[in-house]
């Protein structure tokens, strides 16, 4: 009978039920734990279900990009490296990536933001190939209108150069609407393929064919037979079908000002101002007596021209010898300050000698990068530079200078890893194979003042501790 037709005084309680299946211990039920939906959240693990084919080729597409955001990093941080003032955002940068990783411990936490940067590249370099179109019409209008202006011919082509340029205008725009991917500025020259992919995969998917292709492609892969089956909505590839769905749930202009607000907040670039101009003159304060006591050599004017050498050679040895010694601890303490930010933890030698202890060669590995990838570029500063062009010696700085911040943080990184201090004979093999490093260093750094374009203030151009950039005469 049902549960509601038994009299209520035939019925046990619950605990009455509990006590008399179990005895008299009620306390021996375990108790249930209730889990929280964020615990729940944590411990699922995401499966691709993706074909082998299919996922080869997502991680191909997702390598190309990161590879893209990488270069497009690059070229952003060379490009603000030669602007005065504004290139302290490339120095914090930089900075940052040490930082990240002397924190972590992870490399990859040192590439930072390589995918937003792979979207703002693309927009750039869509917007600008796009723009050569309009380039090449408007050139063929001047010639015509040089040679003729009251031609028929040159009518023509100012009335198809202002139908072009709108055209390619309205193009960019829904591009840049659709999320900017570079793809989407080619979309006319690629919605063929797409749309035989899109139409293939209906005709597979359709009840005719379906029942002959599975079991073909069934029997090698049952997951390569619902990729191949799945249709995908055109709204996930074709621009127009995108725009359009955008437009048909309103609030176009509103999403994309609060994404580029939202883009425009995540750069922190505030933040990464600051702790460049702060990492600026933390390394300026240390190079300032070593520079100035080198730079003295070439401005003594005594009446005795023996006395003027003798000072001026004491004055350039004591300089390169303070310098070499500042070079050993300079780029682990930006290092060490970037990962603490704060501007007294640029001067805490006695931190950086007891992790120097605890990772003796990879602190001089590091070192040995820092200063061998910063040499070649002296080169760079022989002749003067334009500044309409400065930014391309820039991008070589960059592309050096970033590993050798990568392998400074990763170095205090296994510093922080370990406790106790590595077997003697390691630590000093470390400081004797040091002290070459820094002494060559210093030999060449005071010789640049000679063949540099600004003279013995170049000095203070040492783009491996201040900005991947000569930063004087900009």
Excluded at 278 to 306: D, K
């Amino acid at each position: 009978m049902p549960f509601s037709e038994f009299p209520q005084d035939q019925i046990a309680p619950p605990t009455q039920v509990a006590d008399e299946s179990m005895g008299d211990r009620p306390e021996s039920i375990p108790p249930v734990r209730v889990y929280a939906a964020e615990e729940i959240e944590e411990t699922a693990a995401i499966v691709d279900e993706r074909s082998l084919p299919v996922k080869l080729w997502g991680r191909t597409c997702s390598g190309i990009e990161w590879l893209f955001g990488l270069a497009s990093v690059i070229a952003g941080l060379a490009l603000l490296a030669s602007i005065p003032i504004v290139q302290f955002l490339s120095l914090g940068y930089l900075l940052e990536v040490s930082g990240r990783i002397t924190r972590t411990g992870n490399i990859r936490e040192g590439f930072i933001g390589i995918r937003p940067a792979a979207r703002l590249g693309s927009i750039i370099l869509g917007t600008w190939l796009m723009l050569w179109p309009i380039r090449l019409v408007s050139s063929y209008w001047r010639e015509s209108y040089l040679i003729d202006p009251h031609s028929g011919p040159t009518a023509a082509w100012r009335v198809g150069l202002l139908i072009f340029t709108a055209v390619m205008v309205g193009h960019i725009l829904l591009a840049w609407s659709c999320g900017g991917k570079i793809r989407y500025f080619f979309w006319p020259l690629l919605a063929p393929f797409f749309f035989g992919m899109w139409v293939l995969r209906r005709i597979v998917s359709s009840d005719r064919l379906r029942p002959l292709v599975g079991p073909v492609v069934g029997t090698f892969s049952k997951r390569l037979l619902k990729d191949l089956t799945t249709i995908p909505p055109l709204t996930s590839w074709f621009p127009p079908a995108i725009f359009w769905s955008n437009l048909r749930r309103g609030g176009l202009y509103t999403t994309a000002r609060d994404a580029v607000w939202e883009y425009a907040v995540n750069l922190r670039a505030h933040y990464f101002f600051w702790l460049g101009l702060r990492g600026f003159a933390g390394a300026i304060t240390w190079l300032f007596v070593p520079v100035m006591m080198i730079i003295a050599m070439t401005n003594f004017q005594l009446e005795s021209e023996e006395a003027s050498r003798g000072l001026g050679g004491l004055s350039a040895f004591v300089g390169s010898a303070l310098l070499a010694i500042v070079i050993l601890y300079l780029p682990f303490l930006q290092a060490h300050f970037a990962a603490e930010n704060r501007f007294v933890a640029m001067f805490e030698i006695g931190v950086i000698r007891r992790k120097f202890q605890r990772a003796p060669i990879a602190f001089w590995f590091s070192l040995l990068i820092t200063l061998g990838f910063s040499l070649p570029l002296y080169l760079l500063k022989v002749e003067y530079v334009p500044r309409e062009t400065v930014w391309l010696p820039s991008v070589v700085f960059v592309i050096f200078i970033l590993p050798a911040r990568i392998i400074t943080g990763w170095a205090l990184a296994r510093a922080e890893k370990r406790e106790t201090p590595r077997y003697f004979l390691f630590r000093w093999g470390a400081r004797l194979g040091s002290l070459p490093l820094v002494l060559f260093y210093a030999f060449i750094a005071f010789f640049t003042q000679f063949l540099s374009w600004y003279g013995s203030y170049s000095l203070f151009e040492q783009h491996a501790f201040l900005t991947p950039v000569p930063f004087l005469g900009l």
